[in-house]
């Protein structure tokens, strides 16, 4: 095989959450590009339509909290409608509401935190599933954090939730593969996105954070876009399970 074709995903489909800016735009713009018809969501409709419009190739925007599980179903259904059975998932969307000691965290922002960020991926991945085993294939694309594999100051239950979404990972990795449905998880470093303003917009943890890095700069959200293209095309056929860092060299 070529190693264009490696990479095409035509007649493939997508969903990507959490896609009208950032890391998920970046990865729905690669997967469309490969050819695949993408379903960019996100919970607001006009931002998401949007996003999908400016991207062209047949994307499509369906809004959806990928907190709330009666949403994740209608949006599941939704797309399945508008372009047929899914091949690729792609979980980025993420919440994190609180910042500081983790004993602060009130009830509320534990629950959002944990829906948001492992109980709705499990579920869009688990409503692909049935669809994945007939076709005998699937890509399974998580977006965790390095934060999953080792705490962050200050982001102590963003940390502990992006833990579990990897072994959750791992755990449909090593039970669907069977199916011929492969799962990965992808875990980006400081990258400039809205999300990790408080991070990269405050010139104090800037100037710490990268002083940790071997190449010392804030990531961009395109750079983590080709490891999900990798991970979405049968350039990786037999990777299943894989932790993939992306974080300037964060945890070396």
């Given at each position: 095989m070529e190693a264009f074709q490696a990479f095409d995903l035509s007649g493939k489909t997508a969903i990507v959450t959490g896609a009208s800016k950032g890391i998920g735009l970046a990865i729905a713009k690669q997967l469309a590009w490969a050819g695949a018809k993408v379903v960019l969501s996100s919970r607001k409709q006009e931002a998401v339509a949007a996003t999908a419009n400016s991207i062209g190739q047949g994307a499509?925007?369906?809004?959806?909290?990928?907190?709330?599980m009666e949403q994740?179903?209608?949006l599941w259904e939704e797309a399945k409608a508008a372009v047929g059975p899914i091949d690729i998932i792609v979980n980025n969307a993420a919440a994190n509401p609180v910042f500081g000691p983790v004993e602060d965290t009130p009830e509320w922002a534990f629950q959002k935190i944990m829906a948001v960020n492992v109980q709705g991926p499990f579920e869009l991945a688990r409503l692909a599933l049935p669809d994945?085993?007939?076709?005998?294939?699937g890509s399974i694309i998580n977006i965790s954090s390095v934060g999953g594999l080792s705490p962050e100051h200050q982001l102590g239950i963003y940390s502990v939730s992006k833990a579990a979404l990897i072994s959750l990972t791992k755990?449909?990795?090593?039970?669907?593969?069977?199916?011929g449905v492969r799962a990965n998880v992808i875990c980006p470093g400081l990258v400039q996105t809205k999300f990790s303003e408080a991070l990269w917009g405050n010139e104090k943890i800037l100037k710490y954070a990268l002083a940790q890095l071997p190449l010392p700069?804030?990531?961009?959200?395109?750079e983590i876009a080709g490891l999900g293209l990798f991970l979405a095309s049968s350039a990786s056929a037999y990777c299943t399970g894989g932790v993939y860092t992306a974080d300037g060299g964060f945890t070396v």
């Open positions: 499509i925007g369906i809004a959806a909290n990928m907190g709330d994740i179903a209608a994945m085993k007939t076709k005998k294939s755990v449909m990795a090593k039970e669907w593969g069977q199916h700069r804030v990531g961009q959200p395109e």
